[in-house]
T-cell receptor, first 112, second 111 residues
Framework: NAGVTQTPKFRILKIGQSMTLQCTQDMNHNYMYWYRQDPGMGLKLIYY???????DKGEVPNGYNVSRSTTEDFPLRLELAAPSQTSVYFC???????????FGEGSWLTVV | GESVGLHLPTLSVQEGDNSIINCAYS??????FIWYKQESGKGPQFIID?????DKRQGQRVTVLLNKTVKHLSLQIAATQPGDSAVYFCAERTGANNLFFGTGTRLTVIP
């Protein structure tokens, strides 16, 4: 199993541009998550999904959108990039709510 | 609100010594706790977890202790090795679909 795979690894965006961070998992997990991690801080939940077709907001959803059309994929969309969205983004998945959450390797995003 | 914090932001230990990383939480309703290790440039890696109906759980070279009375969690690493150098996060789950993470403790192992 590859686990949780995110792309791209690094990206620089200009203010106002849009982009999508891709995430896929091959563990047949029902739950998927997007977190952001600011320097020296813990992770904060942006959005999560409990299954295909279902998404919910986390702690810090503003400025982001997600979709879950398949069990495997959970892309994160930034519509109008702002400097405050400069961060490291982690996609994660778990079999169900009470199970271990497995993380991807992260996507480093800089908005200038 | 939720509060998951770590007592020490940095910890340096001699190779071969035992390490203890502490974590405080504030939500008495939290029923599941996890320790993650994060190496530079990588995603968090699961180390060990514990449910609130337990007070101790052991893995390979690691032990997690949970004291619900004082809302305290600790991670003990036996015979610390250079490869253990990383940032360690504790996280708590309150039953909702989220983990609340602390800010992390950086463990440095001195050869």
């Amino acid at each position: 199993n590859a686990g949780v795979t995110q792309t791209p690894k690094f990206r620089i965006l200009k203010i106002g541009q849009s982009m999508t961070l891709q995430c896929t998992q091959d563990m047949n997990h029902n739950y998927m998550y997007w977190y952001r991690q600011d320097p020296g801080m813990g992770l904060k939940l942006i959005y999560y999904s409990v299954g295909a077709g279902i998404t919910d907001k986390g702690e810090v959803p503003n400025g982001y959108n997600v979709s879950r059309s398949t069990t495997e994929d959970f892309p994160l969309r930034l519509e109008l990039a702002a400097p405050s969205q400069t961060s490291v983004y982690f996609c994660a998945s778990s079999l169900n709510s009470g199970n271990t959450i497995y993380f991807g390797e992260g996507s480093w995003l800089t908005v200038v | 609100g939720e509060s998951v914090g770590l007592h020490l932001p940095t910890l340096s230990v001699q190779e071969g010594d035992n390490s203890i990383i502490n974590c405080a939480y504030s939500n008495s309703a939290s029923d599941y706790f996890i320790w993650y290790k994060q190496e530079s440039g990588k995603g968090p890696q699961f180390i060990i977890d514990i449910r609130s109906n337990m007070d101790k759980r052991q893995g390979q070279r690691v032990t997690v202790l949970l004291n619900k009375t004082v809302k305290h969690l600790s991670l003990q690493i036996a015979a610390t090795q250079p490869g253990d150098s990383a940032v360690y996060f504790c996280a708590e789950r309150t039953g909702a679909n989220n983990l609340f993470f602390g800010t992390g403790t950086r463990l440095t192992v001195i050869p």
